[in-house]
């Protein structure tokens, strides 16, 4: 596994205005896209902010707490918006390390992060 400073060191033109990329990033700007489940009428877009996802981030860490080096099993569907913000995100803003596991009996697993 490699992290993304090794990879613009590996590909210099890869890491060209990548930072002007992402700092021009504001929090009201939308992150994700999620979709309802459609019981009460037909399926509807969901447009979350950063600003909402790294709130939501924010709430876990001051109820749980989060762990340096923490790793993280991720089981549940991607549609599954738990899944991404518990597994995902959270590991994303902290730098865990998130394990993939295509189908929980099976035992197998790949490392996301």
């Excluded at 021009?24 to 909402?52: C, F, M, N, W």
Aim: aromatic share 6%.
């Amino acid at each position: 596994m490699i992290n993304l400073g090794e990879v613009v060191a590996a590909a210099p033109e890869l890491g060209r205005g990548f930072a002007d990329l992402w700092q021009a990033v504001d929090q009201d700007d939308l992150a994700v896209l999620i979709y309802t489940s459609g019981t009460t009428g037909p399926p509807k877009a969901v447009e979350l902010t950063h600003r909402s996802v790294l709130g939501t981030v924010q709430g876990l860490d001051v109820s749980i707490g989060a762990r340096d080096g923490a790793r993280v099993l991720s089981y549940l569907p991607m549609a599954h918006m738990a899944e991404r913000v518990w597994s995902h995100y959270r590991s994303m803003a902290h730098g865990f390390t998130t394990h993939c596991c295509a189908n929980p009996r099976d035992g197998h697993h790949r490392s996301a992060s």
